[in-house]
Each structure stands twice: as C-alpha cells, then as structure tokens.
C-alpha cells in the first residue's frame, strides 16, 4: 500500500469514526460541569427559609441550559455504531 493510499484510509476511519459524528466538544456536558451544578445546588438555599431569589433563578436557568445541552448531544440520529437494542 502506498503513503497515499495508506493517509486516505486513515482519513476515511476518522471520517466515519462515531467522534466524527458528535457536535463540536464545546457543546458536550462534561463531569465536571454536572458536578459543579451539583455542588451550587446544594449550597443555594431556597427563596422561602432566606435565600435570594435572584440566586435561585440563576441556578434555575443554568440548570436548564445544562439539560437542554445534555438532550442536544444525545439527539443524534441513530447510526449502526449507536443503536439501541
């Protein structure tokens, strides 16, 4: 097998990798992200035993970005790498 041939088949791989396929990085939930929320979460106290409400609205709105990302990553359209049994 020549270079060529061999550099057009590794580009083919990366191509139909599953990562080829998924949004950009910058969309995806990481660990790290769920665990900062979570730990914001437990320290924010509700509106009702004193806490801020424009707190509590905050962390309600990133709540809701976060789990609208996580819904978009898993939105892809089913591949024969991806299906569900």
Same mark, same amino acid.
């Given at each position: 097998?020549?270079?060529?041939?061999?550099?057009?088949? =590794?580009?083919?791989?990366?191509?139909? =990798?599953?990562?080829?396929?998924?949004?950009?990085?910058?969309?995806?939930?990481?660990?790290?992200?769920?665990?900062?929320?979570?730990?914001?979460?437990?320290?924010?106290?509700?509106? =009702?035993?004193?806490?801020?409400?424009?707190?509590?609205?905050?962390?309600?709105?990133?709540?809701?970005?976060?789990?609208?990302?996580?819904?978009?990553?898993? =939105?892809?359209?089913?591949?024969?790498?991806?299906?569900?049994?």
């Amino acid at each position: 097998m020549t270079a060529e041939l061999a550099g057009a088949a =590794a580009a083919d791989r990366a191509a139909s =990798a599953p990562a080829a396929l998924l949004p950009p990085a910058a969309d995806h939930v990481t660990a790290r992200e769920i665990a900062a929320f979570v730990h914001d979460l437990a320290r924010t106290r509700s509106p =009702a035993p004193g806490g801020d409400p424009a707190d509590r609205a905050a962390l309600l709105a990133r709540k809701a970005e976060l789990l609208q990302r996580i819904a978009d990553q898993h =939105a892809l359209p089913p591949t024969p790498e991806r299906r569900t049994p």
